[in-house]
């Protein structure tokens, strides 16, 4: 592999922006999710109590118990982190050597702090998947004490960039394995994008179109994304570029068009930022002019490129001939169309996979293993001087030995895929992924595991009341589904949490999801912070005396229908029952949503606000209004443009 050190940089900036992504969606919904007032206030995850601090810090480590020093409660807390994660971020992106180890140490640490009172609207792939590619990201970054000078290349940064490679591999190996041991019938009949793009969380405008292309391209399409997901990962590891680029455009292609047709927050911009792993110096523009020619000019440069090219087409060809084998494609020249159907059953698909993974692991040893050596030989042969030798050396075997370190307790996750693989790996390094489990260095990956909506893609509308027989309203959230006329958005990369978790609450019942009963609450008693994350409030002057929700199963239209309309839907059932306040008060006591408020005293003396508190809510005050996608926005176009001055 070629030279990576603006590659290294491209990746590192990616990961700066992808932070500021995520703090700023997260900061504009603090209030409604997680204030005192809130669906699930965060105060109720770190109790009050007499143990010390450090105590609390060992067994739950989140900045937030710290901040009370400085006057901060946990909402403010959590506000002041968000800020400070975010400034952090911008600085990262507009300045090339502030991006070093110490900065994405505190953007990991401080999003691991609201991670860990985030309950379950921190609880998705994508922020477990930033957690582990932030801490690889540390490693990866320069220790750039010296800010006056420019950060410089290092040896051992190709072992750094070979785990960001294995963690891009294990999480789309992992995507496209699941996909047929959960044994879903839409995903072996070929037919889950028939329900996707109108069944996913949030679609967008262009989601409405892809569900109208014709059957045999949806089946197709299904094909290739078994082939990007589970077999172009191996090609990540290959010595020759001109596969690894083959292999880079089409994870880069897949993501793009869920990106086109999916709002996934930074979740796709996050893998896309992992694929920059596979990229060289030389795709990015920067190469040695000289070298390339003299080299190119040599016997043995053209025979290595002949050779490459040669075992490039062979790669290719038995790809499409599996393709053609396995599900047996056929061109239809009636319907001027390509048929496709499963050619294998399951058990030839778990005997693969149970034969295939000790292989996968051996191939990530052996790829390591040349890496490390790989990187040891240019300490000895590029650097000059005896000392520096020394030095580089030094750091390699430190990095070498973290790197074998990670790869060691993903194996665990990595193994999930397969019960022989999980159960066959050695004891000890099961208790070296426990013991760092609190830590959540790496995890299993599995998305899109079953389709759901098959059938009409459920959602749950809510409606409230002032008197039943006189009619309800419905309440209109800001991206979800719910007005058949309103147009799908595009949101990404901010993601409205209770949108999403509105999502995963019609495929269960309100029963499973208490926070549910939160919200219902929460609109019974006109909570401000809450009705701040709805589009359309019914009830403007007070809040209703009755809410229900009511289960509905939503399609798409079709071409050529009549209707102006996205949706149509059809009554499913009753999703919650009609409740009041009064009803719901016993619960609520006990879920200790309401917080008491303790009045002072005559003669008490009330106190004075911190600076840091002062800041914090002048911050929130002035900018605190504004939707998530334009605080996003605001800030990254400027930051973007400055990073070219800088």
Same mark, same amino acid.
């Given at each position: ?125 994508? @922020? ?49 394995? $699941? ?101 060289? @110096? ?41 393709? $053609? ?16 159907? $499963? ?39 590029? @650097? ?157 002057? #007070? ?24 949706? #149509? ?18 619960? $609520? ?5 309401? #917080? ?51």
């Amino acid at each position: 592999m070629g030279k990576i050190a603006l590659t290294k940089d491209a990746l590192l900036w990616c990961m700066s922006s992808i932070y500021l992504f995520a703090f700023v969606s997260l900061y504009s919904q603090i209030p409604g999710l997680y204030g005192d007032n809130g669906i699930l206030p965060a105060r109720l995850v770190l109790p009050v109590d007499s143990k010390p601090e450090l105590k609390k810090f060992q067994h739950q480590p989140t900045l937030l118990w710290l901040l009370p020093a400085i006057g901060l409660d946990v909402p403010n807390g959590m506000d002041f982190i968000c800020i400070l994660g975010a400034a952090i971020s911008l600085i990262c992106m507009i300045s090339r050597r502030m991006r070093d180890a110490f900065m994405f140490a505190a953007l990991w640490f401080l999003y691991f702090s609201v991670y860990q009172v985030g309950q379950t609207f921190l609880w998705f792939q994508w @922020d477990i998947l930033l957690l582990e590619t932030g801490f690889l990201t540390i490693l990866l970054a320069p220790m750039h004490l010296f800010k006056w000078r420019d950060p410089v290349y290092r040896h051992h940064d190709s072992i750094m960039m070979w785990l960001m490679k294995w963690l891009l591999f294990r999480l789309m190996f992992a995507s496209g394995v $699941v996909k047929l041991t959960s044994m879903c019938p839409t995903w072996w009949g070929l037919t889950a994008l028939d329900w996707h793009y109108e069944s996913q969380c949030i679609p967008t405008p262009l989601a409405w179109y892809a569900h109208q292309l014709p059957e045999w391209f949806q089946r197709l399409s299904v094909v290739m994304t078994y082939v990007i997901e589970m077999a172009l990962p191996f090609l990540f590891f290959s010595p020759i570029r001109n596969l690894r680029l083959f292999a880079f455009f089409g994870q880069v292609l897949l993501q793009v068009l869920i990106i086109l047709t999916g709002n996934y927050n930074f979740f796709n911009l996050l893998t896309i930022a992992l694929c920059i792993s596979l990229l060289d @110096d030389q795709f990015l523009g920067r190469h040695n002019n000289k070298n390339l020619s003299a080299n190119q000019s040599s016997l043995m440069s053209r025979l290595m490129s002949r050779l490459s090219t040669t075992i490039s087409l062979v790669t290719y060809a038995g790809m499409v001939y599996a393709m $053609v084998k396995y599900f047996k494609l056929t061109i239809n020249t009636k319907r001027y169309s390509v048929e496709s159907e $499963v050619a294998f059953t399951s058990d030839e698909f778990f005997e693969a996979i149970q034969v295939a993974m000790p292989y996968t692991i051996g191939f990530g040893i052996a790829s390591l293993a040349l890496e490390v050596l790989s990187a040891l030989w240019r300490c000895l042969s590029e @650097d000059s001087g005896f000392f520096n030798k020394l030095w580089s050396l030094f750091q390699c075997l430190i990095m070498t030995f973290a790197a074998v370190g990670m790869f060691t307790i993903s194996l665990v996750p990595h193994c999930v895929v397969d019960r022989t693989a999980y159960h066959n790996l050695w004891p000890e390094i099961h208790k070296m992924k426990e013991s760092t489990d609190f830590l959540h260095l790496t995890h299993s990956y599995g998305l899109f595991r079953r389709m759901t909506g098959v059938g009409g893609r459920p959602e749950v509308i809510i409606e409230g009341s002032y008197y039943p027989e006189s009619g309800w309203k419905p309440y209109e959230f800001m991206y979800k589904p719910g007005n058949l006329s309103a147009m799908p958005p595009f949101v990404a990369p901010h993601q409205p949490r209770l949108d999403w978790q509105m999502w995963f609450a019609a495929l269960g019942s309100y029963e499973h999801n208490k926070w549910f009963v939160n919200l219902i609450y929460r609109l019974l008693d006109g909570q401000q912070e809450v009705l701040d994350l709805i589009a359309h409030n019914p009830f403007e002057n #007070k809040p209703p005396k009755y809410v229900r929700a009511k289960l509905y199963h939503y399609s798409y239209t079709k071409f050529g229908d009549t209707s102006a309309d996205w949706w #149509k839907r059809r009554n499913a059932r009753e999703y919650l029952p009609t409740v009041d306040k009064d009803s719901l008060m016993d619960y $609520v006591r006990k879920s200790g949503i309401i #917080k008491k408020v303790k009045k002072p005293k005559k003669g008490e003396v009330t106190e004075e606000p911190t600076l840091a508190k002062e800041i914090t809510v002048q911050i929130r005050e002035l900018i605190g209004h504004l939707p998530g996608p334009t605080l996003i926005c605001s800030l990254f176009i400027p930051a973007v443009i400055m990073s070219y001055f800088f």
